[in-house]
């Protein structure tokens, strides 16, 4: 699927006109503070239900405003259309309103209110690229688990209730170890359901992994980039996988009973990058650091691609951290990848410079002024 419409009613500056987009790419110039990372969020808001850049939804609605609504037409995309040309007629209508006095969201799908977020966000993969693609390198296990969720999310249709149900069973046996006396045959039971759960969810995270070392692996033979020579990329289940996870609970028992809460599982798995043996956030630079989630994001996309899967990525100032050499490199991957791309920057951006004169992939340019999208 691919965006091909964005309507959005007080959210932040943007104006509420309709504005049209490629299933291709998107090129998004203008002024700091003119509203350009606001698109991209609200394009965000579609595919994650959430901003990718705050946590709470107040800071989205427009000042002084209760409630704002994004709405989002879809169409097939490039991977199954036959056409570049987005066609006018939809294929699917997502769209989430908020009233920042209420705690639910409403999500629609095709005029149709749906409750689970997952029933609304797998119509459109989104993959950002913004100053916190770092934390893929740098921040916490967490933000690697969501790196990978995201990938099994999109491939693995039973992952969501697989994901929310550890969630659940998660909680009851942290409850119980952190009540200290506990009743052994209660807890035997809890781990029998969390061991089970769980290595249902770390086979579907182990299983679009290997695709995706793989699809990284041929990315990055394929690019020659010097600098990924000795890089090491594995997940880390949450426990030595060489035993079963009941064993492990059962070997662990004091150990989790002393802290508290649980210490193995998936909510303990990692994706362990390393160079030579070290993380690379101590060994790449910035813009190593950055090219390399963005490879490891088209790595995703070629996972998805696969499934009949089309990413929309949300490339955010791409001039930030990147030299001219790797953002050519980057856009022409995109490019070859076949997926939708939304492109941020200051100054109007040269296409001759990004896929070479006369390369370019069909694309549309908008300046963006006070929040209005002018199409040039
Ligand atoms: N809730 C809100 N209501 C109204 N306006 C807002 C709200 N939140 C932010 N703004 C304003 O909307 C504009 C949008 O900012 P945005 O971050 O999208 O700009 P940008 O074009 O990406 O800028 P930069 O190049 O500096 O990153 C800013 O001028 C900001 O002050």
Request: aromatic share 8%.
């Amino acid at each position: 699927m691919a965006l091909v419409k964005l309507q959005t009613q007080n959210f932040r500056n943007l104006s509420p006109e309709a504005v049209r987009f490629s299933p291709s790419f998107n090129l998004l110039f203008g002024a700091n503070g003119s509203g350009k990372t606001s698109v991209l969020e609200a394009i965000g808001y579609l595919g994650l239900g959430r901003s990718f850049r705050v946590n709470r939804h107040q800071a989205v609605a427009r000042h002084g405003e209760q409630k704002f609504t994004v709405f989002g037409g879809l169409d097939q995309g490039r991977l199954n259309a036959d056409s570049d040309q987005a066609s006018e007629e939809l294929a699917h209508r997502v769209g989430l309103s908020r009233d920042i006095s209420q705690k639910e969201t409403a999500l629609r799908v095709d005029g149709e209110s749906v409750r689970s977020l997952s029933a609304m966000a797998r119509h459109l993969p989104v993959s950002v690229i913004d100053p916190g693609v770092f934390d893929v390198v740098a921040g916490a296990p967490g933000k690697r688990r969501q790196f990978i969720d995201w990938a099994v999310f999109h491939v693995e249709p039973s992952f969501a209730s697989a994901w929310q149900q550890c969630q659940r069973v998660t909680s009851q046996r942290n409850k119980m170890l952190r009540n200290g006396r506990l009743d052994d045959g209660l807890l035997k039971v809890w781990d029998a359901q969390y061991a089970a759960v769980s290595e249902r969810l770390t086979s579907a995270r182990h299983e679009t992994f290997t695709q995706f070392r793989t699809a990284f692996d041929h990315l990055i033979r394929e690019l020659e980039v010097s600098w990924t020579e000795g890089l090491k990329v594995d997940l880390y289940a949450g426990w030595d996988v060489s035993q079963s996870l009941a064993d492990v609970l059962a070997g662990h028992r004091e150990q989790e009973l002393k802290m508290g809460h649980t210490l193995y599982g998936p909510n303990r798995a990692d994706v362990r990058i390393k160079f030579q043996g070290r993380p690379v956030s101590e060994t790449f630079s910035r813009g190593q650091q950055k090219t390399l989630v963005i490879l490891m994001k088209i790595a995703q996309g070629m996972v998805l691609a696969e499934k009949g899967k089309q990413v929309t990525f949300l490339l955010d100032d791409i001039n930030a951290e990147l030299d001219d050499e790797h953002q050519a490199m980057l856009a022409q991957r995109l490019q070859a990848l076949g997926c939708q791309v939304f492109i941020t920057s200051i100054q109007r951006p040269s296409v001759d410079h990004l896929w070479g004169r006369g390369m370019a992939p069909e694309y549309r340019m908008f300046h963006v002024e006070h929040g209005n999208l002018i199409e040039e």
